[in-house]
């Protein structure tokens, strides 16, 4: 997500300058990765009203015959880049983890003719996991060791996945109650299906400077021109939810693709562990944000970390460099990721397991 509410016009312009700036920038990344991996690219699965969604697989060349997964889903204000805007991250976990990584597309906001709605991209997120749960075994992956994470509309994305799994409807936000239709499902079965065998667990979860309330949101300007990333995205401002939708006539809609409104008591339902990031100097999704949203998760009795990354600035995971806001992939990314790398084998290769 990078989205500027609150922001000053300097910031927004930085911002925007991200999406010229950021190319990815790959020798380098060879010359530092502790071992091989194999890309496979542009692997569709699936193709919601035609349009086709892909992802790029990395797997780790180091003879292990099964790895745990990484889904990633980059940022972007729902409106703007790729997964390619996270291409470096990808290749480092990759070349320095024992993980399989997943590196999505998802629609944005302004697919498909600027119709595409929140909840829809959040079907994505949830689709895009059960596709790998039922294809990755091809690629060596475990369907049973699946971590998700994002950066900004990422994270938001991984943390709906994580708190709003459980919330599947076959009619998604079209009947009485507001649930999510992914936009892949296992041959033969139906969400309601998936929801009774337990919905879509994931085994843990890395959220950087993400975005938890879309209904603050909404009621900041979102929805509004000011937000220039509707201009960035081809796409004229509109409602989330539509045309036309306003958070004052249906706030229910934008707390139930809110994370922060649908955290569960872990008496009701334990969580997997959760690691939350964001840089001292981040404007957008600040850590006063960012911290909030742990708070939440701790007073519901989940398992949360919170790491900050010293005066670093919003979009420190991008791949490639942005002078305006003085960061740069190989410079100010490795910190980060290799914290993200010492929790997933916190979770995924405990003291005393061999990796």
Same mark, same amino acid.
């Given at each position: 997500?990078?989205?500027?509410?609150?922001?000053?016009?300097?910031?927004?312009?930085?911002?925007?300058?991200?999406?010229?700036?950021?190319?990815?920038?790959?020798?380098?990344?060879?010359?530092?990765?502790?071992?091989?991996?194999?890309?496979?690219?542009?692997?569709?699965?699936?193709?919601?009203?035609?349009?086709?969604?892909t992802m790029d697989i990395y797997v780790p060349q180091t003879g292990k015959k099964s790895y745990p997964v990484l889904i990633v889903y980059h940022g972007g204000g729902?409106?703007?880049?790729?997964?390619?805007?996270?291409?470096?991250?990808?290749?480092?976990?990759?070349?320095?983890?024992?993980?399989?990584?997943?590196?999505?597309?998802?629609?944005?906001?302004?697919?498909?003719?600027?119709?595409?709605?929140?909840?829809?991209?959040?079907?994505?997120?949830?689709?895009?996991?059960?596709?790998?749960?039922?294809?990755?075994?091809?690629?060596? !992956?475990?369907?049973?060791?699946?971590?998700?994470?994002?950066?900004?509309?990422?994270?938001?994305?991984?943390?709906?996945?994580?708190?709003? !799994?459980?919330?599947?409807?076959?009619?998604?936000?079209? !009947?009485?109650?507001?649930?999510?239709?992914?936009?892949?499902?296992?041959?033969?079965?139906?969400?309601?299906?998936?929801?009774?065998?337990?919905?879509?667990?994931?085994?843990?979860?890395?959220?950087?400077?993400?975005?938890?309330?879309?209904?603050?949101?909404?009621?900041?300007?979102?929805?509004?021109?000011?937000?220039?990333?509707?201009?960035?995205?081809?796409?004229?401002?509109?409602?989330?939810?539509?045309?036309?939708?306003?958070?004052?006539?249906?706030?229910?809609?934008?707390?139930?693709?809110?994370?922060?409104?649908?955290?569960p008591k872990a008496s009701q339902r334990k969580l997997p562990p959760q690691l939350l990031t964001v840089g001292t100097k981040d404007d957008l999704t600040t850590p006063?944000?960012?911290?909030?949203?742990?708070?939440?998760?701790?007073?519901?009795?989940?398992?949360?970390?919170?790491?900050?990354?010293?005066?670093?600035?919003?979009?420190?995971?991008?791949?490639?460099?942005?002078?305006?806001?003085?960061?740069?992939?190989?410079?100010?990314?490795?910190?980060?990721?290799?914290?993200?790398?010492?929790?997933?084998?916190?979770?995924?290769?405990?003291?005393?397991?061999?990796?």
């Amino acid at each position: 997500m990078r989205y500027a509410l609150k922001t000053s016009l300097p910031m927004l312009v930085a911002l925007l300058l991200t999406v010229f700036a950021a190319m990815p920038v790959q020798p380098a990344l060879a010359e530092t990765a502790a071992h091989q991996f194999e890309k496979i690219s542009n692997v569709e699965w699936a193709r919601p009203k035609g349009f086709p969604l892909t992802m790029d697989i990395y797997v780790p060349q180091t003879g292990k015959k099964s790895y745990p997964v990484l889904i990633v889903y980059h940022g972007g204000g729902w409106l703007i880049n790729n997964n390619s805007i996270m291409n470096q991250l990808s290749e480092y976990i990759a070349g320095n983890g024992e993980y399989i990584v997943c590196n999505v597309n998802y629609r944005l906001l302004g697919d498909l003719s600027n119709t595409t709605t929140i909840n829809e991209i959040v079907e994505d997120a949830l689709g895009a996991v059960l596709w790998v749960k039922d294809n990755i075994k091809k690629h060596k !992956g475990d369907p049973d060791k699946i971590a998700v994470t994002g950066d900004s509309a990422g994270g938001h994305l991984a943390a709906m996945v994580v708190n709003s !799994g459980a919330r599947l409807e076959s009619d998604g936000f079209a !009947g009485n109650t507001l649930g999510f239709k992914p936009t892949y499902l296992p041959k033969g079965k139906t969400a309601e299906e998936v929801a009774r065998r337990g919905g879509i667990q994931v085994q843990a979860a890395i959220l950087s400077y993400g975005a938890f309330d879309m209904h603050a949101s909404a009621q900041g300007g979102f929805e509004s021109p000011k937000n220039g990333f509707w201009a960035m995205g081809g796409a004229k401002a509109r409602g989330i939810f539509g045309e036309g939708s306003t958070v004052q006539e249906k706030p229910e809609h934008y707390k139930a693709v809110s994370p922060i409104y649908n955290v569960p008591k872990a008496s009701q339902r334990k969580l997997p562990p959760q690691l939350l990031t964001v840089g001292t100097k981040d404007d957008l999704t600040t850590p006063a944000l960012v911290h909030k949203y742990y708070t939440v998760l701790k007073e519901a009795g989940q398992t949360a970390e919170y790491w900050e990354h010293e005066g670093r600035p919003h979009a420190f995971l991008d791949s490639g460099s942005n002078e305006y806001l003085g960061i740069q992939f190989e410079k100010d990314a490795p910190p980060a990721i290799d914290k993200m790398i010492a929790f997933l084998d916190s979770v995924f290769y405990p003291k005393g397991a061999a990796k």
